[in-house]
């Protein structure tokens, strides 16, 4: 099968390609990028006026399944994946069981086989059973096919666990992604402390949650030699440490949510969940922060943080409701319209933190559209505008605090190994993966 993409404007990283060129797939490869390339294919896709990125690449989405099925499952997830935009994502091991073993890492790959064509990349527990105390064996994991290890949905609190669990990392050579926070500090809190908090009568959680464990990490770090990715930063601190760590030679890279850099503490009501999640959104200069980090390239990653949950628990009063957003589908739109149309991000960087950089984190060859790598590819139209509405979402989960959002920037088209994995044409949608869902 040959697949001719004509006339995009071809943005890549990996060789600083920024000008309107055509794609050439064949036999899920890339063939060829050249001008005007007139040889015959099975299927042309017209990009005039559409960006053609590497394809997109999650480094933080949570999938649900084992265990929690009725907020998402690997199907679901992996089309929500594919409509917005990406081709490889990497689930997080807080599932049940947790993904703490050879066999759990076979059962996420083996499950993502059998219903998509997007890579699903596992990341398992740093620790057994996500305990905090008895150290997974990363060699064997890594060998399975998991491409981190990760405490995410909370810290791993017993330094001395911690600086174990990075040193054993730095051996086996695998990456470190850290979810940041003192659970002790964070105590009953949900959402950002303040004044916004008072007046609504809600327990705060301070930046210092966040803040002494980026600061701990990145010390152990730099003791172990490890590999430390810090997921979902949300405080101004958290940028200027990372700033540090960088300075100084450590391998830290750092990721920011869509929500952390589109949305301040001010949105919330206290009524409404879907504006509840971990890190909470925080003060206003916290997210000027974050975005001068993602300018100035301190911040290297977007991700999602995908949180989907089931109606009924996010319909659950604002203190005791689940932490967590979708964010697989509207993190383009997000990104596009709070940070690439406003002159905050160039649309080079913008594939540099949601294709290029996510790809040097796992230390894999995707992230980029170079002559004979997978054909991966995502294919976005700039100037689409439109209103975000979850019913629309491939996801199981609704929740997300967009809904209603006008927003500019939509992915019209997403490849996996050179098989089309979703289009969106003159209104009608197709997502396919072992079967097709038309909208």
Not at 156 to 180: D, T
């Amino acid at each position: 099968m040959k697949t001719l993409i004509k006339n995009g404007r071809v943005i890549d990283p990996a060789t600083k390609t920024d000008e309107i060129l055509d794609v050439l797939v064949e036999d899920g490869k890339i063939a060829k990028v050249e001008k005007e390339i007139t040889e015959e294919a099975d299927s042309v896709v017209d990009a005039t006026g559409k960006w053609v990125l590497p394809g997109l690449i999650d480094l933080h989405v949570h999938f649900r399944e084992p265990g929690f099925e009725h907020k998402e499952t690997i199907r679901t997830g992996a089309r929500a994946a594919a409509r917005g935009g990406f081709t490889s994502v990497c689930p997080m091991p807080n599932t049940k069981p947790v993904i703490d073993s050879v066999e759990m890492v076979n059962y996420i790959k083996e499950a993502a086989e059998k219903v998509t064509d997007i890579h699903v990349l596992p990341i398992a527990a740093i620790t057994a059973n996500q305990d905090g105390e008895y150290i997974t064996d990363f060699e064997k994991l890594k060998e399975a096919g998991a491409v981190a290890v990760s405490e995410d949905g909370k810290s791993v609190m017993n330094a001395r666990v911690a600086r174990q669990a990075m040193r054993l990392a730095a051996v086996v050579g695998i990456p470190v992604f850290a979810h940041c926070e003192d659970k002790n500090l964070a105590a009953r809190g949900v959402m950002n402390a303040g004044e916004r908090a008072k007046s609504l009568g809600l327990y705060g959680i301070m930046n210092a949650v966040e803040d002494v464990i980026v600061a701990r990490d990145i010390l152990l770090a730099k003791d172990t030699g490890a590999q430390l990715h810090l997921c979902h930063c949300s405080t101004e601190d958290s940028v200027k440490m990372t700033k540090w760590a960088k300075e100084v030679g450590l391998k830290v890279t750092a990721e920011v949510t869509p929500h952390h850099f589109g949305l301040t503490e001010d949105a919330i009501d206290g009524t409404d969940a879907n504006f509840k999640m971990n890190p909470p959104l925080r003060a206003q200069k916290d997210v000027d922060t974050l975005k001068q980090g993602l300018k100035d390239n301190i911040m290297d990653v977007i991700s999602t943080d995908h949180a989907p949950h089931h109606a009924t628990e996010k319909a659950k009063p604002f203190a005791e409701a689940p932490n967590g957003i979708t964010g697989l589908e509207t993190s383009v739109a997000i990104t596009m319209t709070e940070l690439v149309h406003t002159g905050v991000l160039t649309p080079m960087q913008m594939a540099e933190k949601m294709s290029y950089n996510p790809a040097q984190v796992l230390g894999c060859d995707k992230g980029t559209l170079k002559v004979g790598r997978a054909a991966d590819i995502t294919v976005i139209d700039p100037e689409d505008e439109y209103v975000i509405n979850p019913d629309l979402f491939a996801s199981k989960g609704k929740n997300t605090p967009f809904a209603g959002k006008k927003v500019k920037g939509r992915v019209v088209l997403t490849m996996s190994d050179g098989k089309t994995v979703y289009s969106y044409a003159n209104g009608n949608e197709s997502i396919i993966d072992k079967e097709v869902r038309d909208f």
